[in-house]
């Protein structure tokens, strides 16, 4: 009960700051119910498994070649050095899509950079949300885990330094595919898919661009 109104005050405090859309049935009611439900989930089922080492471990990677640091949070690494990450979602991942996320590859580089070792292992730990109009709403929690080798770590340097090359010309190019394409999430928003959304000609791009080059410098 402690971790489930933690939960709710953290929840209800990051939603007056979040675009929900009803396109989607995001209902926030109905999605905070989930979180709870998913969040006690976890607390009967996996947490009596798990001894912490570390929670929300914050690192900062330095790759060479690469002008910036990588900086990111870890979710758990328990005792037996194992690396979890977290998941929500509708349906369980296929193998494929576990095994080409950049995400545990740069955990895994993180870890050894910071410990001198390798973790013992990785893995999501995917909370899948089910429903259906007989049973109503439960949440199935799938331990995944994954292995890295050396050419994933190469192919995450690699798209590293092209981000990173792409920063340094101000290319930023469009991407409405991701959450972060959202009026809260991008500053560019009321300039790019907000004037599409409403039907007017995009001659918006080269302004933007130029924008992009004024800023070039800063962080993004």
Known sequence: DVVTDSFRDSWKEAARESV?????????????????????K???EMAPKVQPAAVESRFSLNIPG????????????????????HKTSRKVPDSLTLQKSHQLTLYKMAFRSKHGRDPKGLRF?????KSSKKTG???????MPVQRSE????????TAKTVSNAIDAALFHPNPDTFICSPMGCGYWSRCMGRVLQGEKLDAMDEIHQM??????KVF
């Open 137 to 143: 709403k439960w949440v199935e929690i799938h331990p």
């Open 125 to 129: 730990d995917y909370l899948v949300r």
């Open 212 to 217: 992009q080059i004024d800023a070039k410098g």
């Open 66 to 85: 690469l002008r910036r640091s990588i900086m990111g949070y870890i979710d758990l690494i328990d005792v037996n050095d194992v690396v979890t990450d």
């Open 20 to 40: 929900f859309d009803p396109e989607k049935e995001e209902n926030p009611t109905d999605m905070l119910d989930e979180g709870v439900m998913m969040v006690r």
């Open 151 to 158: 050419s994933h770590e190469k192919l995450f340097i690699e």
């Open 42 to 44: 976890y607390q009967e």
